[in-house]
């Protein structure tokens, strides 16, 4: 029996209306964005009362998790809307609000893309229920201090189902499906506050019965903490042409990563949040990823829907594997979904190296218009057929005209010479040849201050250098993209 039999013949007559229970397929309705949304910016801004808003929000889920009923009459369209993306989110028990860290931010906080460090390119393939299938393939870009640019696609196909009338007459068959588009934005308002903005276009066939809509989300990141962090994320804020409801509400959560070993060789990340649904039952996540030597991961996580808070057995258990090799990144990820089967995942990231900065370039000085020939001056004006230099006038010159040539060695220059000499250098873009000459500045007065001051900024620019290519070959080292961050701001 295929996934939408299970559900019952209500689905077949109206296959726009969803059954009220279900992981994943919950009835809810959109809401509209806050009044006051200017008001709302100031609010987060504020460092301190952003944690507050974090307390509440976990406070707020607590109460949905004691007070919560559900309408019979509750439906849904659009089922894509609550299927998770990516097998590394959907091992740890979808508890990725708080860490989103990679594409799959586009669905769980778009805030998330600021901390993305190179672009990169995901697809996955899903076995989802009986005979359907669920794949996407996304991306995230980052544009330097600007932020990160994500995008996505996926496609949600149901399997066939048996068309028959009113008699149980069999009629043939027809394959429904979801798909959708997707783009999101996120970006740093300050090193421990990040937001995100994202827009999604959804479509739905079922038997030639097309519908379609917009939406919109908007996700706070905040890293009080270089290992901690709360997420919060407004999903599925829009409208549809079918006039039903679409699975609205807040994810939220919080994340924190704890070092087991030097230099992270084992590493222990823990997650936890929920979905805070406008209206029908919610859901509580839970999760964790094991990574050693930042190469190789183990994950697990449990989702409990809140529907009637009892738990079933196996039901919303998750469990994962991942392993990080060069450019490339395998997740593989299953779950445990009850009396609806299990579900296997399989992604695969592929990452490029970083936009390339730009260097600066020496200037260009104007081609001589005349060079000496080899040899001393007197040579020189003797092959000039009117005794002069080349492109001097041969009229009356009132006064004989002496030329000097003074040839000093480094080692009778003084300090402010030899500093002069450096900054000409650096000017050229001859950076080593300037490092010698400010050295030897020092050399000849160690109280020369510029000279040092010069020396401490080219050694720090050489240092920063090897830090963004240890980046480079290491993009989730958080630590040290934070320091990159904090002492040179044109690395974000």
């Known amino acids: 029996m295929n996934f939408f039999h299970r559900f019952g013949a209500d689905l077949i007559m109206n296959p726009l209306k969803g059954p009220s229970s ?25 460092k301190g009362l952003f944690q507050l808003a974090a307390l509440l929000g976990l406070v707020l889920a607590a109460g949905q998790a004691r007070s919560q009923t559900v309408s019979p009459n509750s439906t849904t369209a659009f089922p894509i809307l609550s299927v998770g993306l990516g097998a590394r989110a ?18 769980y906080n778009p805030a998330g893309l600021a901390q993305v460090g190179q672009p990169e390119i995901a697809i996955a393939h899903n076995l989802f229920l009986a005979d359907g299938f669920y794949d996407n393939a996304g991306g995230a870009y980052p544009l330097g201090t600007a932020g990160s640019l994500g995008f996505g696609a996926r496609y949600l196909n149901y399997g066939p189902i048996d068309r028959r009338d009113n008699f149980g007459n069999l009629l043939g068959s027809y394959t429904p499906y979801d798909m959708s588009a997707e783009a999101a934005f996120g970006f740093h308002v300050d090193k421990d506050l990040s937001l995100g903005f994202g827009t999604q276009w959804i479509s739905q066939n079922i038997d030639g ?60 990340l823990l997650s936890g949040g929920g979905d805070l649904a406008f ?7 839970a999760g964790f990823e094991y990574g050693f030597q930042k190469a190789y991961f183990l994950r697990g996580g449990y989702v409990l829907d809140l529907q009637d808070n009892q738990l079933d057995g196996l039901q ?18 299953f779950s445990f979904e009850g009396s609806f089967g299990n579900i296997q995942r399989f992604s695969l990231t592929f990452f490029f190296p970083p936009p390339a900065k730009p260097q600066p370039t020496a200037p260009l000085l104007p081609e001589p218009s005349w060079v000496p020939p080899p040899g001393s001056l007197e040579s020189s004006l ?3 057929p009117n005794g002069l230099l080349p492109g001097v006038s041969s009229g009356p010159v009132s006064q004989p005209v002496m030329l000097r ?16 000499a450096a900054e000409l250098k650096l000017k050229l873009g001859l950076k080593e040849e300037a490092v010698d000459l400010y050295l030897k500045a020092v050399d000849k007065d160690p109280n020369f201050e510029p000279a040092w001051n010069r020396l401490g900024r080219l050694f720090f620019d050489k240092s920063l250098e090897s830090y963004r290519k240890a980046l480079e070959l290491d993009p989730k080292n958080a630590r040290l993209r934070d320091w990159l961050d904090h002492f040179n701001p044109g690395n974000k």
């Open 22 to 46: 279900g992981r994943g397929i919950r009835g809810l309705k959109a809401a509209p964005w806050p009044d006051h949304p200017l008001r709302l910016k100031d609010f987060f801004l504020r």
């Open 90 to 107: 959907i091992g740890m028990g979808e508890s990725f609000t708080a860490v989103a860290d990679d594409s799959s931010a586009l669905y």
């Open 209 to 268: 019965s097309v519908q379609a809509g917009m939406l919109w989300n908007t996700g706070f990141l905040f890293k009080p903490q270089e290992r901690f962090s709360v997420g919060f994320d407004f999903k599925n804020l829009g409208v549809e042409t079918g006039g039903n409801s679409l699975p609205a509400g807040v994810l939220w959560g919080a994340a924190f990563r704890l070092p087991l070993a030097p230099r992270d060789v084992h590493s222990l």
């Open 279 to 285: 209206q029908g039952p919610g859901r509580l996540n």
């Open 316 to 333: 919303g258990l998750d469990f994962g594997a991942g392993a990080h090799l060069g450019q490339l990144q395998f997740d593989y990820s």
């Open 382 to 384: 003797a092959a000039s």
């Open 405 to 420: 040539f003074q040839v000093t060695s480094e080692g009778d220059q003084t300090a402010q010479q030899l500093y002069d």
